[in-house]
C-alpha cells in the first residue's frame, strides 16, 4: 500500500500568516493527489485535486503544488474561516491512502 | 443539485451485522464511481471501498472478507454492508462519490452528511 506522511500534526498561527502543509509519498503517484479540508462535525470538502488544481469556489490564497513524490499545501494569508483540519489523498492505486491530517489551529 | 444521504448507522454488538446505505440525488450511482470512507471518533480519514460504474470493487484490507459494497440501480441508492463488525470499525461512515472526466478522476467531490456506527457490547 502506498503510504502518505503528513506533516506537521498541528500547526499553530495567527490571521495573515503563511502556512505549508507537506505530503509525502511512499512511492511515485503521478499528480493523482488531493486535498480537503474537514471542520468539526462536518464532511470534509475537497479543495484540490491531481495535485494543484483548485476546486470551483475554493479561494485563491490555497494553492497545491508537486515535487516528486512530495506535496505541498499552501494558505498564502490564512484567514479565519481556514482554521480547520487538513488532509492529503494518494488516488494513484488502491487502496486510496490518507495522510493523518494536519489541525490548523489560532496562535 | 447532488445529495447524498447516508443512513443505517447505529449501535451493533461485536460480530453483528449492519447495512448503510447512501442515497444519492442529483447524480446517477450506476454512472458514476462511488466510495466509502470512514472516521473513527477522533481520529484521521480511512478509505473504506469504491464501486466503479464498470461494477468493479475494491476494499481495505482491513474490511476484506467482512464489508461488501453494492449499489440498486432501481433506487439509485449505494450500500456497504459490514459483518462481522469489531469493536475498532467504530466509525462515522461516509458516502462520496468520485468524478471521472477525460482529463482524470476528481476523488470525493461530492460527500454525505455521515452515519455513525458504534460496535460495542
Known amino acids: 500500500d502506498i503510504q502518505m506522511t503528513q506533516s506537521p500534526s498541528t500547526l499553530s498561527a495567527s490571521v495573515g500568516d503563511r502556512v505549508t502543509i507537506t505530503c509525502r509519498a511512499s512511492?511515485?503517484?503521478?499528480?493523482?493527489l488531493a486535498w480537503y479540508q474537514q471542520k468539526p462535525g462536518k464532511a470534509p470538502k475537497l479543495l484540490i485535486s491531481?495535485?494543484?488544481s483548485l476546486e470551483s469556489g475554493v479561494p485563491s490564497r490555497l494553492s497545491g503544488s508537486e515535487s516528486g513524490t512530495e506535496f505541498t499545501l499552501t494558505i498564502s494569508s490564512l484567514q479565519p474561516d481556514d482554521f480547520a483540519t487538513y488532509y492529503c489523498q494518494q488516488y494513484s492505486l488502491y487502496p486510496w491512502t490518507f495522510g493523518q491530517g494536519t489541525k490548523v489551529e489560532i496562535k | 443539485e447532488v445529495q447524498l444521504v447516508e443512513s443505517g448507522g447505529g449501535l451493533v454488538q461485536p460480530g453483528g451485522s449492519l447495512r448503510l446505505s447512501c442515497t444519492a440525488s442529483?447524480?446517477?450511482?450506476?454512472?458514476?464511481?462511488m466510495n466509502w470512507v470512514r472516521q473513527a471518533p477522533g481520529r484521521g480519514l480511512e478509505w473504506v471501498s469504491v464501486l466503479q460504474s464498470d461494477t468493479y470493487t475494491y476494499y481495505a484490507d482491513s474490511v476484506k472478507g467482512r464489508f461488501v459494497i453494492s449499489r440498486d440501480n432501481s433506487k439509485n441508492t449505494l450500500y456497504l454492508q459490514m459483518n462481522s463488525l469489531r469493536v475498532e470499525d467504530t466509525a462515522v461512515y461516509y458516502c462520496a462519490r468520485v468524478a471521472v472526466h477525460s482529463s482524470g478522476w476528481i476523488p470525493n467531490d461530492y460527500w454525505g452528511q455521515g452515519t455513525l456506527v458504534i460496535v460495542s457490547s
Open positions: 442529483g447524480l446517477t450511482v450506476s454512472s458514476n464511481h
Open positions: 491531481k495535485a494543484s
Open positions: 512511492q511515485s503517484i503521478s499528480s493523482w
